[in-house]
């Protein structure tokens, strides 16, 4: 079955800093999503990346897909308090309507 | 619009209880998705319903899991004979004809105590 991988796990920043987090899978990547979590809440969808080489932004969130490495990668710009949260990234298993989760990155931005 | 909502926020029950949890899709979404989520852990994938039927429930632990969609809209989770390893938030997702993106609902946290 397919895995995916998140670094770093936990990750501390100061507010205004720049940061990355990556999603390596174990199997070819057919579209690759990436939700935030807040505790006690939801999911929330942020992007949804279907084709090698694409990148997607929303605000200052830029996420880019590389089908080769069977990676993607969540890029944070001048980050603030209200990006803090657990990053997950999400794929479909080969074949079929479930997504399989990473374990998430755990974002905490210092003010 | 209204999200997809779940219900109760949290249930606290003993061992060996019976469950059951609610989930309100967005109105006219025909995918409904059921996954449990352990701390620390990313979301795992239960049961997936296109319409009424369970189109895959290959995610139930056992036996002792069911859910159903009788008018394919709203899905009861339920869980018989609890177990304290039950213990998770239950999250519920729908889309919507032909597209790929699952909006969550807030979930439910369960204890078995």
């Known amino acids: 079955s397919q895995e995916l991988e998140q670094s770093p796990q936990s990750l501390i920043v100061q507010e205004g800093k720049n940061l990355t987090i990556n999603c390596t899978s174990s199997?070819?990547?057919?579209?690759l999503y990436w939700y935030k979590q807040k505790y006690g809440e939801g999911l929330i969808f942020l992007m949804m990346?279907?084709?090698?080489?694409e990148e997607k932004s929303h605000e200052k969130i830029t996420a880019k897909l590389d089908e080769k490495k069977q990676q993607s990668s969540l890029h944070i710009t001048a980050s603030q308090p209200s990006h803090a949260g657990i990053y997950l990234c999400?794929?479909?298993?080969?074949?079929?309507?479930?997504?399989?989760f990473g374990k998430g990155t755990k974002l905490t931005v210092n003010p | 619009g209204a999200g997809v909502s779940q219900t109760p926020s949290n249930k606290v029950t003993e061992k060996g209880k019976y469950v059951e949890l609610r989930c309100d899709p967005i109105?006219?979404?025909?995918?409904l998705y059921w996954y449990r989520q352990s701390l620390g852990q990313g979301p795992e994938f239960l049961i997936y319903?296109?319409?009424?039927?369970?189109?895959?429930d290959s995610g139930l632990p056992n036996d002792r899991f069911f859910a159903v969609r009788p008018e394919g809209s709203v899905s009861t989770l339920k869980i018989q004979r609890t177990e304290r390893g039950d213990s998770a938030v239950y999250l519920c997702?729908?889309?919507?004809?032909?597209?790929?993106?699952?909006?969550f609902g807030p979930g439910t946290r369960l204890t078995v105590t």
């Open positions: 319903f296109q319409g009424t039927g369970a189109a895959d």
């Open positions: 109105s006219g979404h025909t995918a």
């Open positions: 199997k070819t990547l057919y579209g």
């Open positions: 999400g794929a479909f298993q080969g074949g079929s309507e479930k997504l399989v």
């Open positions: 990346l279907q084709k090698g080489g």
């Open positions: 997702a729908s889309s919507p004809a032909g597209q790929y993106e699952q909006y």
